[in-house]
């Protein structure tokens, strides 16, 4: 069965996402031009909220959900499917 959510999955995610999307779509940028994955509480400068990652992670995340019950869905005869609505 596979894995619950884990860093490595993250990593993954940004890794994959990096061939076509532009590091500033899916980082945060400090003043002094750091990139990263998420603001850390010690952090005090100006902080912005990216949107231009939200349907990347919305579709990694979906993926990665469909492919973690579709092993339970065909025990039970049914389909886990992406996109669904």
């Known amino acids: 069965?596979?894995?619950?959510?884990?860093?490595e999955n993250e990593h993954d995610f940004f890794i994959k996402s990096l061939n076509f999307a532009t590091?500033?779509?899916l980082f945060y940028t400090t003043?002094?031009?750091?990139f990263y994955a998420y603001w850390?509480?010690?952090?005090?400068d100006a902080k912005t909220t990216l949107?231009?990652?939200n349907s990347l992670i919305g579709n990694y995340t979906e993926k990665?959900?469909?492919d973690l019950f579709s092993e339970i869905a065909k025990q039970l005869d049914v389909f886990?499917?992406?996109g669904a609505i």
């Open 1 to 7: 069965m596979k894995m619950l959510w884990k860093k």
């Open 23 to 25: 590091p500033e779509q």
């Open 31 to 34: 003043s002094d031009k750091k």
């Open 40 to 44: 850390t509480k010690s952090y005090s």
């Open 51 to 53: 949107q231009s990652r």
């Open 64 to 66: 990665w959900s469909t």
């Open 80 to 82: 886990s499917v992406q």
